[in-house]
């Protein structure tokens, strides 16, 4: 099965500078950026908040970079701003490219990759002409299933930070790299403890409410929120310290129950460690 991401779009970088301009600014390792590889990365503002997820993909010394076509004009005005003088060409190919995605390899497309956040995340490819496919939300059910945040969907632009959101447990941060935009106030985060909320997979007792709708305990406190949902699954934002897994919590009018995700091995049910 084929499912087709068209709430994707692409940019195109090239030139003898493109992996310079970007290892200066995104989250990532850009050298661990090798031909016909994927890489999955941010860009954050200066005082370390999200504010957008790609992933990278480099074929014929082109660096395709797969994000968010909501927010796709921006991201790519960032991306000139960053540019000053660098050798480096940067150009909107939304309308010549578009984004599908697997569990099964797409080694039929040239311009495909194994997705690096999670081996279940399957298989993504850039492709000129749509092939048939599924909805795009069999690839949402799968990856909120799996507890694997992404973009705005989960994401508060200029609020959330990537740890939040478990980035380095799904390749997206490089704590050897140095130096990139927001990257002081990422390490200070990791090395001093100071992630007290994470996104965690959810059960869901009835319909979802929406983004954002509380979680509460059972004297009525919040401890989290609820992000992006889809069938009876959905990712949720939660104080660590505050919940215990396999526990319902009340959401709106349904209830929610925090679970492990599969990247997550130090996490136990009832176990707030």
Same mark, same amino acid.
């Given at each position: 099965? /084929?499912?087709?991401l *068209?709430s994707?779009?692409? +940019?195109?970088?090239?030139?003898p500078?493109? !992996?310079k301009l #970007?290892?200066?600014?995104?989250?990532n390792?850009?050298d661990?950026?090798k031909?016909g590889?994927?890489?999955y990365s941010?860009?954050?503002?200066?005082q370390g908040?999200?504010?957008?997820?790609?992933?990278?993909?480099?074929?014929?010394e082109i660096?395709?970079?797969?994000c968010?076509?909501k927010?796709?004009a921006k991201l790519?005005?960032k991306?000139l701003m960053?540019r000053?003088r660098?050798?480096?060409?940067i /150009?909107d190919?939304? *309308?010549?490219?578009?984004? +599908?995605?697997s569990?099964?390899?797409?080694? !039929?497309?040239? #311009?495909?990759y194994?997705?690096p956040r999670?081996?279940?995340m399957?298989?993504?490819?850039?492709?000129n002409?749509i092939p048939?496919?599924e909805?795009?939300?069999?690839y949402?059910?799968?990856r909120?299933k799996?507890g694997?945040?992404?973009?705005t969907?989960d994401?508060?632009m200029d609020?959330?930070t990537?740890?939040?959101?478990?980035?380095?447990?799904?390749?997206?941060?490089?704590?050897e790299k140095?130096?990139?935009?927001?990257?002081?106030?990422?390490?200070?985060?990791k090395y001093?403890?100071k992630?007290? !909320?994470q996104m965690l997979p959810?059960?869901?007792?009835?319909?979802?409410?929406?983004?954002?709708?509380d979680?509460t305990?059972e004297?009525?406190n919040?401890i989290?929120?609820?992000?992006?949902?889809?069938?009876?699954?959905?990712?949720a934002?939660?104080r660590?310290d505050?919940i215990?897994l396999?526990q319902?919590y009340?959401?709106?009018d349904?209830?929610?129950?925090?679970?492990?995700p599969?990247?997550m091995?130090n996490?136990k049910?009832?176990d707030h460690d």
């Amino acid at each position: 099965m /084929i499912e087709i991401l *068209n709430s994707r779009a692409v +940019i195109c970088i090239s030139g003898p500078e493109r !992996k310079k301009l #970007l290892q200066g600014v995104i989250t990532n390792n850009i050298d661990r950026l090798k031909d016909g590889t994927g890489l999955y990365s941010a860009l954050l503002s200066p005082q370390g908040k999200f504010l957008y997820d790609f992933f990278l993909f480099e074929k014929y010394e082109i660096i395709y970079l797969d994000c968010e076509a909501k927010h796709m004009a921006k991201l790519f005005q960032k991306l000139l701003m960053y540019r000053l003088r660098s050798n480096v060409e940067i /150009i909107d190919q939304s *309308n010549q490219f578009k984004i +599908i995605s697997s569990t099964k390899q797409l080694d !039929k497309f040239d #311009l495909n990759y194994t997705d690096p956040r999670h081996t279940e995340m399957g298989f993504r490819a850039i492709v000129n002409n749509i092939p048939e496919g599924e909805s795009e939300d069999v690839y949402h059910i799968r990856r909120i299933k799996l507890g694997i945040p992404e973009g705005t969907h989960d994401f508060i632009m200029d609020k959330s930070t990537v740890l939040e959101g478990h980035f380095e447990e799904i390749n997206g941060v490089d704590f050897e790299k140095g130096c990139y935009v927001g990257q002081e106030v990422t390490a200070r985060m990791k090395y001093r403890g100071k992630v007290k !909320k994470q996104m965690l997979p959810v059960t869901l007792s009835g319909p979802a409410p929406e983004f954002g709708t509380d979680i509460t305990d059972e004297k009525g406190n919040k401890i989290g929120d609820l992000r992006s949902s889809c069938d009876k699954n959905a990712i949720a934002l939660f104080r660590i310290d505050k919940i215990t897994l396999g526990q319902e919590y009340a959401c709106g009018d349904i209830n929610v129950t925090p679970k492990n995700p599969s990247f997550m091995p130090n996490m136990k049910d009832n176990d707030h460690d």
